[in-house]
């Protein structure tokens, strides 16, 4: 879409740089997600205990995507 003078408005995008600490977290999330993951694949734990420690991870690391995240395997 132009503007009057008929330039295009130029479009901006709101990133921000991920902190080391978020970054830290987003590792540390997937860390303990795989090492959960394992754990039910071998029979260790139930899938409500998955999603269980899997809602306590979220709120532990607090990764960036977790609301969109799905709460079931």
């Known amino acids: 879409m132009a503007n009057h003078m008929g330039e295009k408005p130029e479009i901006r995008r709101g990133k921000k740089p991920i902190s080391q600490e978020q970054?830290?977290?987003?590792?540390?999330?997937?860390r303990a997600q795989r090492i959960l993951e394992t754990m039910l694949d071998?029979?260790?734990?139930?899938?409500?205990?998955?999603?269980?420690?899997?809602?306590?991870?979220?709120?532990?690391?607090?990764?960036?995507?977790a609301e969109i995240m799905p709460e079931i395997r």
């Open 42 to 65: 071998k029979g260790l734990i139930s899938l409500s205990e998955f999603n269980r420690i899997t809602a306590l991870n979220r709120r532990s690391f607090s990764p960036a995507l």
């Open 23 to 30: 970054l830290q977290r987003e590792l540390d999330y997937l």
